[in-house]
């Protein structure tokens, strides 16, 4: 019964996805960023939709449960402060721009190796990202329908290739309206139950209140401050929410947009949290992790299993969706080098730029599926994965924008490798990542313990701030680069 609820609501999305495809007409402006021409309910719920994943969701709730509040709502409040801070500082500015892909940037910025080597950085961390969703869907599967692991993990590809692969960003914004509307109403319906079986109380020392989770080293504040910073810094540099602030039709309308997302992201991650507190008595502290499935497989009536699971499967979907979209665009347009859309809209034909992404699709969800296969986690692979982009990216995106006549390239490349190193040095000599165990890449040693943790996210991006305004500094001042703005793309070729 539970599979055939949430199978209905799968059954919807696809059908949504794949009628709005047929505005894509076989062009790649309409593929890739949906002809910028998002409106705002529309551009807020892509925007959502990348943010309240499975790994916000079902991450955020294992931690919560095992740590106290702040170890999980880190997770969806660190990804609401970062639309926040994108809304104020950049959404308009980068949507004024009219590029396609977020490495677009770093190429009219620093030139082109940046922009590949940024590309190649952002490929291999929303990889990771992905991999968070699929472990969402293969617990899920195997949980409740009885299937292994991996072909939970393959259910879900299919899924979301079955619409993305046709309709891209078009698809990406209606299914996320129909997703984040499921999302909205499975978490407060699963909080309000909670409330009336369970109540709302935590245990002590863990609750939203309990501020020692963010000042005190012994319960965990500097992996606490770690996952704020990473996500409500180290996502701006995101391809899939850029990708959804080119997409709308103004740029008012991507700065508002961002604005709406970080409020929803926010309510529903802590919603998922205050659940997770709620139930650990009654779940005992041995519980069967993901909590969530073991909460609903227990204790809760159908409706509400269906409900929720629903609502999992939507975010997780939702997220992959925009992040297949995403790499395969920068591995074309932006490694491969592939940039002019060719024939316009309306021809009765595919343009090349549209099918070389097409085509790329797979091999991106195939080594994203290799990640979820490796390494089963939720929230931590989110947290990784914007770690990455924190150490290497940040700097020289920032720079570009409100330091420009010190934004060379000399200063973009050394932050980036410098912020590389420390960061990738310090995550393999660490035995714990974000408070879980180091079982993707781990050297034993005696010089960093688990007390470590967290402090590598601060270190590889200081380390990467130095290194550009040293160069910065040492390097002649430059002309700031006149930025592409939409109304010139006809004389530029996108």
């Given at each position: ?65 095992s ?14 402060l970062?639309?926040?801070i ?27 190796g ?6 190649v ?18 617990y ?57 079986h369970?109540?709302?109380s ?44 080119f997409?709308a ?8 947009a961002?604005f ?18 709620a ?6 502290p041995?519980?069967?992790?993901p ?18 699971l ?40 595919t ?10 699709m ?7 599926v ?12 989110l947290t ?14 920032v ?9 060379t390239?000399?200063?973009?490349v ?13 995550f ?21 313990g ?21 160069v910065?500094l ?5 002309e ?13 070729g996108?």
């Amino acid at each position: 019964m539970i599979i055939l609820g949430v199978a209905v609501g799968v059954v919807l999305v696809v059908a949504v996805g794949l009628v709005v495809a047929r505005r894509v007409d076989g062009d790649s402006t309409n593929f890739l960023v949906a002809g910028r021409s998002l409106m705002l309910p529309l551009s807020a719920a892509g925007l959502m939709g990348q943010a309240v994943d499975s790994n916000a969701t079902l991450g955020n709730m294992d931690l919560s449960f095992s740590l106290g509040f702040w170890a999980g709502a880190s997770l969806p409040l660190g990804l609401s402060l970062c639309l926040l801070i994108t809304g104020i500082f950049f959404a308009a500015r980068m949507n004024a721009m009219g590029l396609f892909t977020l490495p677009d940037f770093y190429r009219q910025i620093y030139g082109r190796g940046v922009e590949v080597t940024a590309s190649v950085l952002m490929i291999a961390s929303f990889c990771i990202l992905l991999a968070g969703n699929l472990v969402a869907g293969g617990y899920l599967f195997e949980r409740f329908l009885g299937t292994s692991y991996t072909g939970g993990v393959l259910v879900i590809v299919g899924v979301v290739l079955a619409y993305t692969i046709t309709g891209g960003m078009f698809s990406d914004a209606y299914t996320a309206l129909v997703q984040m509307v499921i999302t909205v109403v499975g978490s407060v319906s699963l909080l309000v139950w909670t409330a009336l079986h369970f109540g709302l109380s935590a245990a002590p020392g863990t609750g939203p209140f309990d501020l020692e989770q963010l000042t005190s080293a012994s319960a965990g504040a500097p992996i606490n401050w770690a996952t704020l910073i990473s996500l409500g810094i180290g996502d701006i540099v995101a391809i899939d929410f850029m990708q959804r602030i080119f997409s709308a039709r103004s740029p008012r309308t991507a700065r508002n947009a961002c604005f709406t997302g970080a409020v929803l992201t926010a309510a529903v991650g802590i919603c998922y949290a205050l659940v997770a507190l709620a139930v650990g008595t009654v779940l005992g502290p041995d519980a069967e992790t993901p909590i969530l499935f073991t909460l609903l497989g227990r204790f809760a009536p159908v409706w509400l299993a269906i409900l929720v699971l629903s609502a999992i499967v939507a975010a997780s979907c939702s997220t992959a969706n925009g992040v297949i979209l995403g790499t395969a665009s920068v591995a074309v347009r932006n490694i491969r080098g592939l940039r002019d859309p060719g024939i316009g809209t309306g021809s009765g034909r595919t343009d090349p730029l549209l099918r070389a992404v097409r085509a790329t699709m797979l091999p991106m969800v195939l080594l994203a599926v290799l990640i979820a296969l490796r390494v089963p986690q939720t929230g931590i692979l989110l947290t990784l994965a914007f770690d990455l982009l924190l150490a290497c990216l940040l700097v020289p995106f920032v720079a570009g924008h409100w330091w420009p006549r010190r934004a060379t390239a000399a200063a973009a490349v050394t932050a980036i490798v410098v912020g590389l190193v420390v960061r990738l040095t310090l995550f393999v000599l660490t035995p714990t990542i974000f408070g879980a165990e180091n079982t993707l890449l781990y050297v034993p040693n005696d010089l960093v313990g688990a007390g470590f943790d967290g402090y590598p996210t601060f270190l590889g991006f200081a380390a990467s701030l130095l290194a550009f305004v040293v160069v910065a500094l040492l390097r002649p001042a430059r002309e700031p680069v006149v930025l592409t703005r939409r109304e010139d793309l006809a004389t530029v070729g996108g």
